[in-house]
């Protein structure tokens, strides 16, 4: 699984960094504005995020080709057992459908509507930035205010980009290391959680 743990660091990593940047960004812009009482003036930072964003999702969706040229599996299997590895961290809780929305991020930015029925968005349009405040999503989830990038169909199931790629990294970095993959000994940052291969202290003597 070489060349998919390689797509991982030398890749995945870097354009999950510059959507973190994109994210600083966007909300420097916000509060500029909001100082400024000048509200448009930061949705040419939005549209960077959201740029950022789907690049780093077609990244991530990119590991998927190359395990399975790796390995004995299919997609459809490999995407099966990412979604019981998303966890928001090691040790984390499980943050449900977080691969499923990547994927679905990186397929309806390269083909603007979703390709098939297991991609939970219907469009481009699903792919939002808009401000929400702190206790949206999941407690220490994305930022606690301003506008980040969300995904979803509706109000109600949105979720914060941010939360789905660590988390969808999470599994990748789990799934890696039961198919024997050789990954970095020390933490990863992405975004601002660490994430390793899921070993403990124990495992790893």
Same mark, same amino acid.
């Given at each position: ?92 809780? /499980?943050?449900? #459908? ?5 994927? !679905?991020?990186? %397929? ?6 979703? *390709?098939? &029925? ?13 401000? /929400?405040?702190? #206790? ?5 989830? !994305?930022?606690? %205010? ?6 979803? *169909?509706? &109000? ?23 198919? !024997? ?25």
């Amino acid at each position: 699984m070489q060349r998919t743990v390689n797509h991982l660091m030398d890749n995945v990593i870097p354009a999950i960094e510059e959507y973190a940047d994109a994210e600083l960004a966007l909300s420097r812009a916000f509060h500029a504005s909001t100082n400024k009482n000048d509200p448009q003036n930061w949705q040419i930072e939005a549209a960077g995020a959201i740029r950022s964003a789907s690049n780093a999702a077609v990244a991530i969706d990119g590991l998927t080709d190359r395990a399975t040229r790796e390995s004995d599996k299919s997609k459809t299997q490999i995407r099966k057992e990412l979604r019981n590895l998303c966890n928001f961290g090691v040790g984390g809780y /499980l943050r449900e #459908g977080a691969h499923d929305r990547v994927r !679905g991020v990186a %397929s309806v930015y390269k083909h603007d509507e979703a *390709q098939d &029925a297991t991609i939970p968005l219907n469009s481009s349009d699903d792919v939002l930035a808009v401000g /929400l405040g702190f #206790g949206f999503d999941a407690y220490g989830v !994305g930022k606690y %205010s301003g506008p980040e990038v969300l995904v979803g *169909q509706t &109000a109600g199931n949105q979720s914060k980009f941010m939360g789905d790629v660590v988390a969808a990294v999470c599994a990748w970095f789990q799934l890696l290391s039961t198919e !024997g993959a050789v990954l970095p000994e020390k933490p990863v940052k992405v975004i601002n959680v660490m994430v390793h291969s899921g070993a403990s202290d124990e495992q790893k003597r």
